[in-house]
């Protein structure tokens, strides 16, 4: 019986089809294993795949690039469970991770008080200066009121995530998680690994950090 009952992966091609002739990344997104999309490259193919599967929630367009990712993984994954409907309150959290905080957003915001002549800090990019956005963002848009949590880990650990995950379900309330993995460098550089947990991990947290290593490796 599997662990991981839905997920979610967005990951850079390898090979000779990783970039396009201009030099951007090419991306692969799959869902519970599936091919949503073959290849795109990463500068567009957040925008696609909102206009395509979403196109409801404007405020995408203002979200940094890590919330983007994010949000729109969250947004198939979701739409794979075929639950959105359900009313889930304090009985759904949020717990992600990654090994670069908020550095997309970070370096936008630092380039907006560099030049102390005009300097002039961007509250508009200040908001997304804390990883923790991104659960909010999740939790907001789908009414869960439970855990919400974001982990930085020096790096990808399927072993401390499995052991956050776990203790996350101490909470007698939490009966399933929204989690995985959204590193974000750039606006053309992320990665993503985002999958649905239900109660039934408790106990079992080597098992599922080797599920995870082997949705990594798919």
């Given amino acids: 019986m599997s662990l991981v009952k839905h997920y979610v992966r967005i990951n850079q091609l390898v090979g000779s089809r990783s970039l396009t002739a201009s030099g951007v990344r090419n991306y692969r997104v799959t ?7 073959e290849t ?11 206009k395509t599967h979403v196109g409801d929630y404007s405020k995408f367009y203002k979200m940094d690039p890590l919330c983007r990712v ?8 979701l739409t794979a469970e075929d ?27 630092q380039a ?4 102390s002549e005009t300097a002039f800090p961007s509250p508009s990019l200040f908001v997304y200066t804390l990883p923790n956005v991104l659960t909010g963002e999740i939790a907001i848009r789908n009414h869960y009121y ?11 650990d399927s072993n401390t995530m499995s052991a956050i995950i776990e203790m996350t379900f101490c909470d007698k309330y939490l009966q399933s998680l929204v989690t995985g993995w959204v590193d974000c460098y750039d606006e053309t550089n992320y990665n993503v690994l985002m999958f ?6 408790t106990g079992h947290s080597t098992e599922l950090s080797q599920e995870i290593k082997i949705l990594t490796e798919k």
């Fill in 112 to 115: 907006t008080i560099d030049d």
């Fill in 196 to 201: 649905i947990v239900e109660r039934d991990v």
């Fill in 146 to 156: 439970g855990e919400t949590n974001f982990v930085v880990l020096p790096e990808f």
């Fill in 83 to 109: 639950c959105r409907q359900k009313q889930w309150g304090e009985s759904r959290g949020v717990v992600l991770f990654n090994a670069t905080s908020s550095l997309a957003d970070d370096r936008n915001y």
């Fill in 70 to 77: 994010g949000f729109m993984a969250s947004e198939l994954l």
């Fill in 40 to 50: 795109a490259p990463a500068d567009t193919l957040l925008t696609e795949l909102y």
């Fill in 31 to 37: 869902i519970d294993g599936k091919t949503l999309v």
